[in-house]
């Protein structure tokens, strides 16, 4: 068999292993019926269009010619590892981390390590576009979260705050 179009080929397969995994986990909740519908419906449907989308677009790249048939490039290691610690290092600095006594340090710090570290991945990065972008992330997020929605989270570093 012939693949024309790699690039569709494996993200069909990706589509098809993400909407799989969604649906298997989604029938540990209460699927419900279509008129009174529980807490696993939805990524259960979700789920199974997204595999049937995978299906699809698997099947399209094996019998379909397409321009943009090219074959899948080296994997970008560096982008891939910055923009993984990024949201590592957001989650460990908004929540904190107890079994080695790292306080909570809140949303604000959070984003802009969040920013600093995926803006990391981009070839020729910028500081002070960055500090921008970092800035209009935080006021946004403080708005959105605290201001309007009246969410209840750690701010600001938590041994400021005591």
């Known amino acids: 068999m012939n693949i024309k179009s790699q690039k569709d080929f494996f993200s069909g397969l990706m589509f098809m292993g993400v909407g799989a995994a969604f649906a298997w986990g989604a029938t540990t909740y209460n699927v419900g019926t279509g008129a009174r519908m ?53 989650g ?17 710090v959070g984003i802009y390590a969040l920013t600093f570290i995926s803006s990391m991945a981009e070839p020729g990065w910028k500081v002070k576009n960055t500090l921008i972008l970092a800035t209009i992330l935080a006021a946004g997020s403080y708005l959105a979260f605290v201001v309007v929605l009246k969410l209840q989270f750690p701010v600001w570093p938590t041994f400021l705050t005591n």
């Open 38 to 90: 529980g807490p696993g419906y939805f990524p259960l449907m979700l789920g199974v269009l997204m595999a049937l989308l995978g299906a699809a677009i698997t099947f399209k790249s094996l019998v379909v010619e397409t321009s943009g048939g090219d074959k899948i490039g080296a994997w970008a290691w560096k982008p891939l590892v910055f923009i993984i610690l990024a949201n590592l290092a957001f």
């Open 92 to 108: 460990v600095l908004l929540g904190g981390l107890p079994s080695i006594k790292l306080p909570a340090m809140g949303m604000i």
